[in-house]
C-alpha cells in the first residue's frame, strides 16, 4: 500500500500563489493520474484538477496541477488567490492493488 | 450535468446495517465506462473510500471495510446503493456518492451524515 503526504496547513495572502504539495510514498507518482479536490467549508468536495494537470469545466485557470517524478510528488498551484479558494484540499491517486488512496487533506487559508 | 443525491436513514443502531441510496440525475448510470462510489468522511477528519461497482456490474471495496460492505446498482431506478454490516459508532461518518473512472471522481453528491447510536 502507498500513502499520499499533504501539509496540514499553509496560509497566504490574497492576489498571491500558492503550491500545495502531495508526496506518494512508494510506487512513482507519474505511474497513476493525480486528482485534486476542493472542499469548502460544510460543502461535499469538487474535483478541482484530474489526470494530473486537467482542469473540468468551470474550473478557473487560477488552478493548475503537475508533478514532479525527482520528488515523487504532485501539486497543486493556486494563483491570483481569492478569499473563497479557503478550503480543504485533497490529492487523491491509485495504483493497481489500490483504489482511490486520498491524502489527508490540507487546509488552506487566504488571509 | 451530471446530479448524485444520497438517501438513507440519519440514525442507524449498532451491529444493525447502515443502507444508503445514490439517485443519479442527468445522466444514464448503465451507460459509459464509469465507476459508481461511495467515500466516507469521519467528523473534522479526511476522505476515506468505501468502494466502487463499475457500470458493468463488477464491484472493488477498501479492504479495511471489504468484510461488511456491499455496493449493488439497480440500473430500472437509475440509483446505486450502499450497505455497511455490523455497525459501530466507529462508522459515524458523511456519506458521499460520486460517479468518477478508475483514477479519481468527478462529480460528487453533497453527502448524508450518519450517525451510529443507541
Known amino acids: 500500500n502507498f500513502m499520499l503526504t499533504q501539509p496540514h496547513s499553509v496560509s497566504e495572502s490574497p492576489g498571491k500563489t500558492v503550491t500545495i504539495s502531495c508526496t506518494r510514498s512508494?510506487?512513482?507518482?507519474?505511474?497513476?493520474?493525480v486528482q485534486w479536490y476542493q472542499q469548502r467549508p460544510g460543502s461535499a468536495p469538487t474535483t478541482v484538477i484530474y489526470?494530473?494537470?486537467?482542469?473540468p469545466s468551470g474550473v478557473p485557470d487560477r488552478f493548475s496541477g503537475s508533478i514532479d517524478s525527482s520528488s515523487n510528488s504532485a501539486s497543486l498551484t493556486i494563483s491570483g488567490l481569492k478569499t473563497e479558494d479557503e478550503a480543504d484540499y485533497y490529492c487523491?491517486?491509485?495504483?493497481?492493488?489500490?483504489?482511490?488512496?486520498f491524502g489527508g487533506g490540507t487546509k488552506l487559508t487566504v488571509l | 450535468q451530471v446530479q448524485l443525491q444520497e438517501s438513507g436513514p440519519g440514525l442507524v443502531k449498532p451491529s444493525q446495517t447502515l443502507s444508503l441510496t445514490c439517485t443519479v440525475s442527468?445522466?444514464?448510470?448503465?451507460?459509459?465506462?464509469?465507476?459508481w462510489s461511495w467515500i466516507r468522511q469521519h467528523p473534522g477528519k479526511g476522505l476515506e473510500w468505501i468502494g466502487y461497482?463499475?457500470?458493468?456490474?463488477?464491484?472493488y471495496y477498501n479492504p479495511s471495510l471489504k468484510s461488511r460492505v456491499t455496493i449493488s446498482v439497480d440500473t430500472s431506478k437509475n440509483q446505486f446503493s450502499l450497505k455497511l454490516s455490523s455497525v459501530t459508532a466507529a462508522d459515524t461518518a458523511v456519506y458521499y456518492c460520486?460517479?468518477?473512472?478508475?483514477?479519481?471522481?468527478?462529480?460528487w453528491g453533497q453527502g448524508t451524515l450518519v450517525t451510529v447510536s443507541s
Open positions: 512508494s510506487g512513482s507518482i507519474a505511474s497513476n493520474y
Open positions: 442527468g445522466g444514464s448510470i448503465s451507460s459509459g465506462g464509469y465507476y
Open positions: 461497482i463499475y457500470y458493468s456490474g463488477s464491484t
Open positions: 489526470e494530473d494537470n486537467q482542469r
Open positions: 460520486a460517479r468518477g473512472w478508475a483514477a479519481g471522481a468527478d462529480y
Open positions: 487523491q491517486s491509485y495504483d493497481s492493488s489500490n483504489p482511490w488512496v
